[in-house]
């Protein structure tokens, strides 16, 4: 038994650096997938078959070699594991509905009751004990502090996943006690989910220090907001059409800024007319301000944070282009963050 446990690691982590190889190859080098949906398309077929052939093989553990392929992908083709993160992501969304409610109507209540005792004894030596030794053992001789390796229990708490996908299979085997194994599953999910979203946020201020965040090693993704400064002119419709294009791309939120210095109702009214129109299924606001033109924008662009200002330049009319054109140039020279220039069609 010993011997064919250590064959099914070993074979599972060759396996898995095999199926990485094999994706790079055929997602990035042969370009089989075109878009996320496909890539993801792609992984899941064969991680699906490195599993379902598993048995059939008894040489390597097929779940272990679809968790190393991506440990393996991270570091042979980066930019593709991302976009695997991101199309999973989006499918388990999906896929968790039918797991949970599954589990829901498998688990019997009264069983559930008769085992609230043992279940929250078993729990709480296994969190404290067996989760704690295991997250010391694993962090045993890295930098991290003693606070931050605490931090770990209490940080790591919340687990429902695993019990979700593998609680129910021993009742679906016919092995006896089943029922008990898949109640003291839903209870743990019970108890540890709620824990871990009050253990989370009471105890990271008080064992972990904040600093640098790793953009590429989080899942959680910071709010875009784009800025677009216009007027009445015609130019209007081509800034307000390629912010929209932008801001389909990134999921962003749009800024439309109006800078005035007697009001104008008629003028915000066409402006807001243009915006409903080009961002009608984009989320924006429209902001109207007072003040020399540059510094109205470059405040706003400060104010909200924006990832990129898009500028309209006039393409006709010679005093336009000198006014719009001192305008841009003094955003460009003054801005601290990246500015896109977009100037009107010539008829």
Known sequence: MTVQ??????????????????????????????????????????????????????????????MSAGFFL???????????????????QVAEIFLFVLLGASVQLGVLEQSLGIGLLILLVGTLIGRGLGWYLSTLGSNWTPAERLFLLPGNSAKATVQAAIGALPLSAGIAGGETMLAIAVLSILVTAPLGAWAIPTFAPKLLQKGEVDPTKVLLQPRIVLLAPVDTSSVTATVLQ?????????????????????????????IEAYANQFLADIRHRLIVTAGPVTEAILATAQLYN???IILGKHGQGAFKRVLMGSVCQSILEASTRPVLIVEEARS
């Open 74 to 92: 991270i570091d042979m083709d980066a930019p593709l594991a991302r976009q695997l993160r991101g199309g999973f992501d989006v499918l388990w």
């Open 5 to 66: 446990a250590l064959l099914e690691i070993g074979g599972g982590l060759i396996v898995g650096y095999g199926l990485a190889r094999a994706l790079v190859l055929l997602l990035v080098r042969q370009h089989w997938a075109q878009n996320r949906v496909q890539t993801t398309l792609v992984t899941a077929g064969v991680a699906l078959a490195a599993v379902g052939l598993a048995p059939r093989l008894p040489l390597f553990s097929g779940y272990l070699a679809v």
């Open 306 to 308: 924006v990832a990129e």
């Open 242 to 270: 390629k912010t929209a294009e932008l801001a389909r791309r990134a999921d962003a939120e749009v800024i439309v800024l109006h800078v005035q210095d007697v009001p104008d109702p008629k003028a915000v009214a066409t």
